[in-house]
């Protein structure tokens, strides 16, 4: 019904910078929250960042001043600008979105596949 589609993950050296992108597809008829969470080995999945539909952005406190969060609401697109890229940052990156969709009267969370994020040298 609804699907979200991850793309630009990849391997970049420390110091390096990646673009993430999520388009929605589907029945939909409002997107409110969208946001990015990544999970590293052996780790628990962690928020990284959201961008309400009126494009407030939050971040995580390990990225901030580093990533940027934004979205284009026509294309129901979100994307995760990501510099200074560290070690730390090598994770499984999800999409994650709060969608409407046609014929509901209330929204629900939709998740990504997930595209791998490696920081190394």
């Known amino acids: 019904q609804v699907q979200l589609v991850e793309s630009g993950g990849g391997l970049v050296q420390p110091g390096g910078s990646l673009r993430l992108s999520c388009s929605a597809s589907?029945?939909?008829?409002?997107?409110?929250?969208m946001g990015w969470a990544r999970q590293a080995s052996g780790k628990q999945r962690e928020l990284v960042a959201f961008i309400t539909s009126g494009d407030s952005a939050n971040y995580a406190d390990s990225v901030k001043g580093r990533f940027t969060i934004s979205r284009d609401n026509a294309k129901n697109t979100v994307y995760l600008q990501m510099n200074s890229l560290k070690p730390e940052d090598t994770a499984v990156y999800y999409c994650?979105?709060?969608?409407?969709?046609?014929?509901?009267?209330?929204?629900?969370?939709?998740w990504g596949q997930g595209t791998q994020v490696t920081v190394s040298s």
């Open positions: 589907g029945r939909i008829s409002s997107i409110n929250v």
């Open positions: 994650n979105a709060e969608v409407r969709p046609i014929g509901y009267l209330y929204p629900s969370d939709y």
